[in-house]
């Protein structure tokens, strides 16, 4: 599934800074991780039907394909380092870190300088990454390798602290389990897959696929697959002049009025109100 943003080759990296608008806007996801500092201001961070309350001093951990979407306080300072990368940028072996990201949650900066001790602030750790992705001097592929091997060992020092041992294996083994589903309807959602094509992928029975698929992403395959459609229709809608029609059918949909319901229950809009709002 191709998206809006890609990775400057070779590294699966990028950082920059951003602040949310006072406006709320659809939301969208990624299929790579994320990761979100708050350095100033207050506002709020809407994660499906999930809404985060975000200050200074938070950082923010996403998943990829989760829906979020962030909206500043009345006084519109709400200021981030917002930081995307793939598993890539991690060694093979060293992917297990990648779990602390199985779901959207919220941490303290003090709960990390205080689980962490050693590890510089986190303003001062996102702007040295910033300014080695800028500079781009040489070997800087391998210095941000190396940053982001152990931010994501600090970050996950500190999601253990909240686990039993045998509770986070758990979750270890399930995230290994369904990433093959996410691989499958990321490969085939324009096809007309369903819950027995999941199980099968899975090799699982369809009660247990859809249990599996439920707690690992937070909603189900129905839910996901659908979610998955309108963001790929939305990204044609936006960039090239095909007809709805053409697009609804290479997004998965057979007719035209479960693609204008979904796209509107999930967007807010019309497929040509979006087109239209995407032109002007």
């Known amino acids: 599934m191709q998206e809006l943003f890609g990775f400057e080759a070779p590294l699966p990296f990028h950082i920059f800074r951003y602040g949310p608008p006072t406006v709320l806007k659809e939301q969208h996801w990624h299929s790579f991780y994320e990761i979100g500092y708050c350095y100033e201001g207050s506002g709020a961070f809407h994660i499906g039907e999930r809404t985060l309350e975000v200050a200074a001093g938070d950082i923010l951990l996403f998943p990829p394909y989760e829906p979020h979407i962030g909206v500043s306080g009345e006084n519109g300072s709400f200021g981030f380092y917002f930081l995307y990368f793939g598993e890539e940028i991690l ?15 919220l941490r303290k900066e003090s709960d990390i300088a205080r689980n962490c001790p050693g590890f510089p602030d986190l303003e001062t750790f996102f702007r040295s990454l910033m300014q080695e992705y800028e500079s781009k001097r040489s070997s800087y592929e391998a210095l941000l390798r190396s940053k982001m091997l152990e931010l994501c060992v600090r970050l996950h020092r500190l999601e253990e602290t909240y686990y039993s041992k045998e509770n986070w294996n758990g979750m270890l083994r399930s995230l290994s389990k369904i990433k093959p589903a996410l691989e499958f309807v990321e490969k085939h959602y324009a096809e007309p897959i369903d819950l027995h094509d999941l199980a099968s992928v899975l090799s699982l029975s369809e009660s247990r696929a859809r249990h599996l698929f439920k707690e690992c992403v937070g909603k189900g395959f129905k839910e996901y697959l659908a979610f998955v459609r309108i963001q790929q229709a939305k990204r044609m809608l936006s960039q090239g002049d095909l007809s709805v029609t053409d697009i609804y059918m290479a997004c998965g949909y057979s007719s035209s009025a479960p693609f204008y319901r979904t796209f509107q229950q999930l ?11 995407s032109f002007s």
């Not at 060694?91 to 949650?105: A, G, I, S, W, Y």
């Not at 967007?267 to 709002?277: H, I």
Request: no cysteine; net charge positive; aromatic share 8%.
């Open 91 to 105: 060694p093979e072996d060293n992917r297990q870190l990648l779990l602390t990201f199985r779901q959207t949650v």
């Open 267 to 277: 967007v807010g809009l019309s497929p040509l109100q979006f087109r239209n709002r």
